[in-house]
C-alpha cells in the first residue's frame, strides 16, 4: 500500500478558501467512502477534523468540509484563519482492515 | 472525558526490547479497534497496525508485519506496541488512536517518544 498524495503545501490569506487534495486507487478512495481527515499543530497528536468523507465531528467547525470524487478526496477550510496553520493528513480504508495515509500537507496562513 | 492516556518516553539502546501502552477511559474500550501511528522525526503518519481489544482480532500493515507485536488487555483497557529488538530507525512518536467516530480515529493518545541510541 503505498500513501495517499497531498500537495505539500497549500496557502492563503485570512478569510479565503484553500481545498486539499487527496489522491489515492480504486483500492483505496475510490473503493470506500471512509477517508478522514486529520489536523496536526507542530508537537501535538493529531485531531480527527473529517470522517467517512463529509461528516464532522462535534466541536469541529464548519468552516472545515470534506467531498469525494472518484480516486480523489478534498478538504476545504473556508474563512481561514490564523490557527488553522497546521499539517493536515488524510486517511482512507484501503480493505482488509488496512489503513492508509496521506502523505500531508502544510497548511500556510499568509 | 473519553480519552487515551499513553505510557512516557523512553530511551533505549538498540537490540534492547520495549512495550509501550495505551489506556482507555471515558468509553467502551473494547468495543473499537485501537490503531498504532508511527511519526518519524518530521515525517508523516503511518499507521502500524490496528487491534478489536474484545477478541484482540489484530491487524498489521504490510510494513509492520514482524517488526513489532500489538496486544490488549480488555480488563484494563490497555493496549500495547512492543518491540523484540529495537533499531535506531525505531525512533520515532508513536500515537495511539481509537476508531469510535465512523472510520475516523478519535480520540488519540499524547504520544510516546521512543528514542534509540547507543
Known amino acids: 500500500q503505498s500513501a495517499l498524495t497531498q500537495p505539500a503545501s497549500v496557502s492563503g490569506s485570512p478569510g479565503q478558501s484553500i481545498t486539499i487534495s487527496c489522491t489515492g486507487t480504486?483500492?483505496?478512495?475510490?473503493?470506500?467512502?471512509?477517508v478522514s481527515w486529520y489536523q496536526q499543530h507542530p508537537g501535538k497528536a493529531p485531531k480527527l477534523m473529517i470522517y467517512?468523507?463529509?461528516k464532522r465531528p462535534s466541536g469541529v467547525s464548519n468552516r472545515f468540509s470534506g467531498s469525494k470524487s472518484g480516486n480523489t478526496a478534498s478538504l476545504t477550510i473556508s474563512g481561514l484563519q490564523a490557527e488553522d496553520e497546521a499539517d493536515y493528513y488524510c486517511?482512507?480504508?484501503?480493505?482488509?482492515?488496512?489503513?492508509?495515509f496521506g502523505t500531508g500537507t502544510k497548511v500556510t496562513v499568509l | 472525558e473519553v480519552q487515551l492516556v499513553q505510557s512516557g518516553a523512553e530511551v533505549k539502546k538498540p537490540g534492547e526490547s520495549l512495550k509501550i501502552s495505551c489506556k482507555g477511559s471515558?468509553?467502551?474500550?473494547?468495543?473499537?479497534?485501537i490503531a498504532w501511528v508511527r511519526q518519524m522525526p518530521g515525517k508523516g503518519l503511518e499507521l502500524m497496525g490496528i487491534?478489536?481489544?474484545?477478541?484482540?482480532?489484530?491487524r498489521y500493515s504490510p510494513s509492520f508485519q514482524g517488526q513489532v507485536t500489538i496486544s490488549a488487555d480488555k480488563s484494563i483497557s490497555t493496549a500495547y506496541l512492543q518491540w523484540s529488538r529495537l533499531k535506531a530507525s525505531d525512533t520515532a512518536m508513536y500515537y495511539c488512536?481509537?476508531?469510535?467516530?465512523?472510520?475516523?480515529?478519535?480520540?488519540w493518545g499524547q504520544g510516546t517518544l521512543v528514542t534509540v541510541s547507543s
Open positions: 488512536a481509537s476508531q469510535a467516530r465512523g472510520a475516523g480515529f478519535d480520540p
Open positions: 471515558g468509553y467502551s474500550f473494547a468495543s473499537y479497534w
Open positions: 487491534i478489536y481489544p474484545d477478541d484482540s482480532d489484530t
Open positions: 480504486s483500492s483505496d478512495v475510490g473503493d470506500y467512502n471512509y
Open positions: 467517512d468523507v463529509s
Open positions: 486517511c482512507s480504508y484501503a480493505g482488509g482492515s488496512h489503513y492508509v
